[in-house]
């Protein structure tokens, strides 16, 4: 998850494969989920773009300071 958030951190649009890219050897980047039906890779990113989005959406107002 870490490497997508730094490649997203400069607030540009970004492609999967960009996002693929990051230090991920070959082997690494082929290797795909036990239902053979999704690289692992892939499906990595797409959990961290929903985290991402869903983390934004929250309303963390509760970290404030107490009175």
């Not at 039906?37 to 300071?65: C, M, P, S, W």
Request: hydrophobic share 30%; net charge negative.
């Amino acid at each position: 998850m870490l490497p997508v958030l730094r490649l997203t951190q400069d607030g540009k649009d970004h492609t999967l494969g960009e996002a693929v890219e990051f230090k991920a050897t070959e082997e690494e980047r082929d290797e795909l989920l036990p239902s053979g039906r999704q690289r692992r890779i892939h499906n990595r990113v797409g959990v961290t773009e929903v985290a991402t989005y869903t983390v934004k959406r929250l309303d963390l107002d509760y970290f404030g300071d107490e009175e």
